[in-house]
């Protein structure tokens, strides 16, 4: 299993560009989260979903879109980005909620200039 | 509104020098309180899951601790490669999982 892979590793983007930032789990799990991490700073939750077709709000929505139409794939939309986005981005996946542990990828390192 | 406060927020040990990190939290609906490890510019490692006041989970130089409000990361004669970042993390009764800010340990021969 390649667990959690997220793609791109780094990206430069320009102010008003939009991108997507792409996660792709192969271990059949249901719930899956987007996180962004500020330099020293713990994780934020962006987006989380329980499941294909159910994806719901977490702490830091404002300026992204997420979809969710099938288990493997959870795609994180950037639209219009700004210089506050600049972050390190980490896509986890796990089997359910309750007391599952999440597997985390390997992160998304984004410049916005 | 649900909130993890970890203290402290850095952490400098002697090689042997046993210490605690703090985890505190104010959640609705508890499902699960966690610990990670995060190594510079890599994703969270998973350590331990918590459940209920009074468990406890062990692991190697790691003792994991839980109460109704905080939890504690007890470090037992750390060595220099449990120089980390330790998150920790509560899963909610919408199953939304909220990390801490973290606590950066340096362990020095």
């Known amino acids: 299993n390649a667990g959690v892979t997220q793609t791109p590793k780094f990206r430069i983007l320009k102010i008003g560009q939009s991108m997507t930032l792409q996660c792709a789990q192969d271990?059949?799990?249901?719930?899956m989260y987007w996180y962004r991490q500020d330099p020293g700073m713990g994780l934020k939750l962006i987006y989380y979903?329980?499941?294909?077709?159910?994806?719901d709000k977490g702490e830091v929505p404002n300026g992204y879109n997420v979809s969710r139409s099938t288990t493997e794939y959870f795609p994180l939309r950037l639209e219009l980005a700004a210089p506050s986005q600049t972050s390190v981005y980490f896509c986890?996946?796990?089997?359910?909620?309750?007391?599952?542990?999440?597997?985390f990828g390997q992160g998304t390192r984004l410049t916005v200039v | 509104e649900d909130q993890v406060t970890q203290s402290p927020e850095a952490l400098r040990l002697q090689e042997g020098e046993s210490s605690s990190l703090n985890c505190s939290y104010t959640?609705?609906?508890?499902?699960?309180l966690f610990w990670y490890r995060q190594d510079p510019g890599k994703g969270p490692e998973f350590l331990f899951t918590?459940?209920?006041a009074g468990e406890e989970k062990e692991k190697e130089r790691l003792k994991a601790t839980l109460t109704k409000k905080e939890s504690f990361l007890h470090i037992t004669a750390p060595k220099p490669e449990d120089s980390a970042t330790y998150l920790c993390?509560?899963?909610?009764?919408?199953?939304?999982?909220?990390f801490g800010t973290g606590t950066r340990l340096q362990v020095f021969p």
């Open positions: 993390a509560v899963r909610n009764g919408t199953d939304k999982l909220i």
């Open positions: 959640v609705s609906g508890l499902r699960g």
């Open positions: 979903s329980v499941g294909a077709g159910i994806t």
């Open positions: 986890a996946s796990s089997p359910s909620g309750g007391g599952t542990e999440a597997f």
């Open positions: 918590l459940y209920s």
């Open positions: 271990m059949n799990h249901n719930y």
